[in-house]
Each structure stands twice: as C-alpha cells, then as structure tokens.
C-alpha cells in the first residue's frame, strides 16, 4: 500500500479484507507492506528514483520482499520497524508542511496589520543557513495531500483518547485564508470606488500549485465561488486547465473553459486575483493590462507595474 492513511490501515484494515476474501495469510501466504508515496508535482528536477523510500513490513520477512521489490526502481530505501511507523512517516511529512504553511499564513496577515511585507521577512530569514526553512503564505491550501492527510491522524488519535490541538488549528488557520483574500479584493476595489457586487473579476491560476494541472481542494474554487456569491462576475485563466472537469465539491463549475491570455480579455476585468503562479503566465503583460491586481502569491514582485495598481494578499 502507498496511499497516505492513518496508522493502522495496513496492518488492521488491508490485512482484515484481503485475509477474509482469500483465505489466505498475511505474512505467511502473502507479504504485506506500507511504502508512502513521495512526489514533488510540478518539479521537474524532482526524479521519482532518487527519491529515498520509506518501507516498512507487517513482518520482518515482508520488508525483506519490499526492500527487495522497490530496489529494483529506488536508489536509497529506508526501512522501518513496522508499517504503522512508515505510515506515521508520511503523516508527520504532511503535517509538517500544513502547520508551516499555516504559520507564515497567520504571519502574513500579522505583519500586513503592522505594515509589514511577510515575502520580504521571508527573503531575509531565508539567509540563515541553519534552524530555518522557508514556507511560503498563499490564498489557502489545495491538492489532495496537506489540506486532507493530517486529519487522518486527528481522526485515528480520538481512538486512543488523544487530541490534536495544533494540527486542527492549523487547518482552521490555512481554511480561513480565502476569506482574508476576500477582504483584500474589497479593499482594492473600494481604492477605485467600486464594490465586489457587479465587478468583473478574472481569477489567475486554478491549480493547486505552480506548473502542474491538477486543481482538486485547490483555494481557487473557494475564492471564485465566495466571489460570486458576494454578486461578482467570475471567470479564470489557467494554461494548465483549459476546461474544468467534473469535480465532486464543485460539480457546477464543470465545462467552464479557460479565458484567453490577450489584452482585450483582461483588460474587460476589472480585477486580476492571482491565486497560483504558474511561471509560463506573462505577468509584465497581466501589469500592463490589468486596471488592477491582487497578488496572494508574491508573482509581481519583480515586475514593473503602477503606483496602486497591485495589492498584496
């Protein structure tokens, strides 16, 4: 198994069904293994084979099997003494990622209140070669990993009478964060005395994160439907995704196809809400184009732009 799961799937759960329906024994009959997957979407230096691998086996002889089956593909592998700890493994992974992301974006809205660019604070604490790592803030978390797995784990620890405190307070923070940029659409809309009720609004990006097409859980969705529900025309961009697919949570945005990248297009909006970063996105063309941007990914930065036109979020 390398779905990420709470601890106990592998050796509880799959081992119960595949015992009951065969007949047969896990560990004697059949080697039983948890090996969590480990992908860095969107990276292109990112190669699945040198990739260290976790792997841990219901016995000692199971891990022997899987060791043996994934050294054929992965360079390092790195066993454990169980298939609860390797699926703990890829949980603390994740949940790491979920409590930092929740941090900067807690941050952000600190610093913005005190006049303070969280990006650059980042930028400068960055240089510190130990005891620190970059997280970067954004309009909420997407995908189908770090917005999900770590409730897995608040969910299978309520079993032995633990509570996850952090883990449900970064997940509170993280799931606040399309409102937050909500407020800032307002507040740049109000600059130019205009309100979110009867705006044209382009939504730039509706994948998850950079350069990859996927866009389940993605913040996007959120941040359009609050937008049109506040009475906003809505409508993305998004060279990755040229049409929705069918989606469970937001079934009703099926079929909507991407807007065209050109001037007439843009410049029809009254705002561009950058939601993801895509780096084949000319933003020197969005600056010259758009009236007005909301940047909740830092993506202007570097970009030569006018005085107000981009507010940060």
């Known amino acids: ?96 990622r979920s409590v930092n992301i929740a941090l900067v974006n807690e941050l952000k809205v600190v610093y913005a209140a005190m006049g303070i660019d969280v990006w650059e604070v980042i930028h400068a604490a960055k240089t510190k070669p130990f005891g620190f790592m970059p997280f970067y803030p954004g309009p909420g978390l997407g995908g189908h990993c770090i917005p999900i797995d770590p409730f897995y784990l608040t969910w299978k620890a309520r079993e032995y009478g633990q509570h996850t405190r952090f883990i449900e307070l970064a997940g509170e923070i993280n799931t606040a964060m399309p409102d937050h940029v909500i407020h800032r659409v307002a507040d740049a809309l109000n600059e130019r ?71 007439e297009t843009v410049q029809s909006y009254d705002l561009a809400l950058i939601a993801t970063n895509h780096a084949n996105v000319n933003y020197q063309e969005l600056a010259d184009w758009s009236p007005l941007i909301v940047d909740t990914r830092n993506a202007m930065t570097a970009v030569k732009t006018k005085p107000g036109q981009v507010l940060k979020a």
Not at 18 to 25: H, N, R
Not at 199 to 220: C, F, H, M, Q, T
Request: hydrophobic share 35%; charged share 25%; with cysteine.
């Open 1 to 96: 198994l390398e779905s990420t799961t709470y601890p106990g799937t592998t050796d509880e759960d799959l081992r119960g069904v595949i015992e009951q329906v065969s007949g047969l024994k896990a560990g004697t009959d059949f080697h039983l293994a948890f090996s969590p997957e480990r992908e860095d979407p969107g990276n292109p230096s990112s190669v699945v084979a040198t990739i260290p691998k976790v792997v841990g086996g219901y016995t000692p002889a199971c891990l022997q099997r899987a060791v043996a089956l994934y050294s054929l593909a992965i360079k390092t592998l790195v066993p454990v003494s169980s298939c609860r700890v390797a699926e703990a493994t890829k949980l603390l992974e994740n949940t790491f």
């Open 193 to 263: 005395s205009k309100a979110i009720k009867g705006s044209r609004i382009l939504v730039v990006g509706l994948a998850y994160k950079p350069n990859v097409d996927d866009e389940r859980e993605s913040p996007s969705y959120v941040l359009m439907e609050r937008l049109q529900q506040r009475g906003a025309t809505v409508a993305y961009h998004d060279p990755y995704v040229p049409v929705i697919r069918p989606t469970r949570e937001h079934a009703h945005w099926a079929g909507v196809r991407s807007e065209p990248w050109n001037r």
